[in-house]
């Protein structure tokens, strides 16, 4: 999130037949043996180039049902950091093959631009998260 309030968001397909795109922040998966905070920094410069050593404590998580018609587990727990920093652009030289299908879009938004576009975003919460997220920076 830069200064603004503003998040760095993806506009991205479900890996799943149905192909539901939505704006979702930079994450992914947890490796074995990774902890979430670990896989946070990795995803984070997978997804974006941005390399950081930390990415603190979590500011929010989620269990949810994972409804993906071709997914291999039906739980997820997902964690949410705050990483403050200035905008940037991000790269697509570390994504994976699928990625550079999937994530069609990015920009910087703030919750109320967010919920402006009209276009679906995940988790539910997300621009409630933003706004509280923003006016502790």
Known sequence: MDATG??????TAAPDSTRFARWITPGGGVDPGETHEQAA???????????????GEPIWSLDFDVAWDEADHDQGHAEYYLVPC???????????????????????FTADELLRLGEPFEPYDL???????????
Not at 6 to 11: G, I, R, S, V, Y
Not at 45 to 50: A, C, K, S
Not at 86 to 108: A, C, I, K, L, Y
């Open 6 to 11: 503003a998040a760095l968001l993806f506009f």
């Open 41 to 55: 920094i990795r995803e984070l410069f997978e997804e974006t180039g941005l390399v950081v050593d930390t990415v």
């Open 86 to 108: 200035e905008r940037f652009d991000p790269v697509s030289t570390n994504w994976t093959e699928s990625e550079h299908v999937d994530m069609t879009r990015h920009g910087w």
């Open 127 to 137: 621009p409630r998260l933003m706004r509280v997220t923003a006016a502790a920076l």
